[in-house]
């Protein structure tokens, strides 16, 4: 079946980096396009990152762009997030999904991990 799976978080200063991994399995990974999402506490899910299915093609949310960082191991089935100059606002559970193009909308996604706690202290 199935499965996304993310590691990588935890708590962090304002100004830190961390690095999420996702790790794939169930279905043909390099023919999909991976993205990143988050949700903070009271707010909807949104757009963090997305890359192609061949790392040609890279999209960021503008409140990330520049810290943020996608990148994707189609041979290790993986996809991770290093994130730097972290802001309590990345404050959020993170979530890695995968779909059948580099999309940023949540309903074009086919699958969804269960997500891991970022805490950017200030």
């Known amino acids: 079946q199935v499965q996304l799976v993310e590691s990588g978080g935890g708590l962090v200063q304002a100004g830190g980096s961390l690095k999420l991994s996702c790790a794939a399995s169930?279905?043909?990974?390099?023919?999909?396009?991976m993205g990143w999402f988050r949700q903070a506490p009271g707010k909807e899910r949104e757009f963090v990152a997305t890359?192609?299915?061949?790392?040609?093609?890279?999209f960021y949310a503008a409140s990330v762009k520049g810290r943020f960082t996608i990148a994707r191991d189609n041979a290790e089935n993986t996809v991770d997030l290093q994130m730097n100059s972290l802001k309590p606002e990345d404050t959020a559970i993170y979530y890695c999904?995968?779909?059948?193009?580099?999309?940023?909308?949540?309903?074009?996604?086919?699958?969804w991990g269960q997500g891991t706690q970022v805490t950017v202290s200030s």
């Open positions: 890359i192609s299915w061949s790392s040609a093609s890279t």
């Open positions: 999904a995968a779909a059948q193009g580099a999309y940023i909308r949540l309903a074009d996604y086919d699958y």
């Open positions: 169930g279905f043909t990974f390099k023919e999909y396009a």
